[in-house]
């Protein structure tokens, strides 16, 4: 069972990777004026939901398989998520919104908050991969 559980990590791991590096090449692209803040804001909005949604599933697949070290290690980033699109004030696109992406610095946050989830995805992977051969090895 533990194998079955490192494995769907592995692979939801893999699309939170995907969705981190399109984030940031999404906000490189208009911090380089490639693309405007409208087209930008929706393609990115359009990814939070699936991307809370993968980190959610993870973190309470790791509480009901009982593997406290790593549901603690998610526990934050999620309820950071969730915390981020709760707290979308209304009026806004979402969390993302092309009024405001570019006041007060919210560009760079943005993106500083884009390579600091795929750096802990990165570290979320080879965890995984580790543990799932682990479980092969005990079984």
């Not at 990590?9 to 893999?14: A, N, T, V």
């Not at 490189?28 to 949604?53: G, Q, T």
């Amino acid at each position: 069972m533990e194998v079955v559980v490192f494995v769907f990590s592995l692979l939801d791991c893999c699309a939170l990777i995907f969705l981190s590096v399109y984030f940031i090449i999404t906000l490189s692209d208009l911090e380089c004026d490639y693309i405007n803040a409208r087209s930008c804001c929706s393609k990115l909005n359009k990814w939070v939901i699936p991307e809370l949604i993968g980190h959610a599933i993870v973190t309470v697949l790791m509480l009901i398989s009982l593997h406290w070290f790593i549901f603690l290690l998610n526990l934050p980033v999620a309820t950071w998520n969730i915390y981020r699109f709760i707290m979308v004030p209304s009026g806004n696109m979402g969390v993302f919104d092309p009024t405001e992406i570019h006041n007060r610095g919210q560009l760079k946050s943005h993106m500083k908050e884009a390579m600091i989830k795929l750096g802990f995805h990165l570290l979320c992977f080879f965890m995984y991969l580790y543990s799932m051969i682990l479980a092969l090895i005990n079984d």
